[in-house]
């Protein structure tokens, strides 16, 4: 396959390989097509909206728009005293919004990575 992206090609040399590099882009395009369907019915059913295209609010989101509200939220490792406590930053009422509609609590974020 020739391409203009700078990415390397992949050389699966066996039948095996491709069905097995097959099977997770399916994998991967099902998971992607739950988290969608799941946020849209959620906005839809409360009658709310997301920020989407200009950020303007929408029930018809897209997983792709959904993730891009995420890239400011992190868990901050505060060590005081010997002890480390994680605080959530960055999570603000569009995220716990998401974070609603994909049936994620916020507490998760709060875990330390690893």
């Given amino acids: 396959m020739k ?3 700078p990415i390397d090609p992949i050389y ?5 390989r491709i069905a097995g590099l097959c099977f997770i882009y399916c994998l991967g395009l099902m998971i992607w097509n739950m988290i969608q369907r799941t946020v849209r019915a ?4 409360n009658q709310l909206g997301l920020p989407y ?5 929408s029930d ?5 728009f959904l993730f891009e509200l995420f890239p400011k939220v ?3 490792p505060i060590s005081s005293g010997g ?3 994680h605080q959530l930053a960055g999570m603000e009422k569009w995220q716990k ?3 609603k509609a994909l049936g994620t609590r916020t507490r998760e974020f709060e875990r330390p990575a690893g």
């Fill in 60 to 64: 018809n989101i897209t997983t792709r």
């Fill in 42 to 45: 959620y906005l839809k059913d």
């Fill in 97 to 99: 919004l998401a974070c």
């Fill in 53 to 57: 295209h200009r950020n303007v609010p």
């Fill in 74 to 76: 992190q868990t901050v």
């Fill in 3 to 5: 391409s203009g992206a």
């Fill in 12 to 16: 699966l040399h066996t039948e095996h």
């Fill in 83 to 85: 002890k480390t406590i």
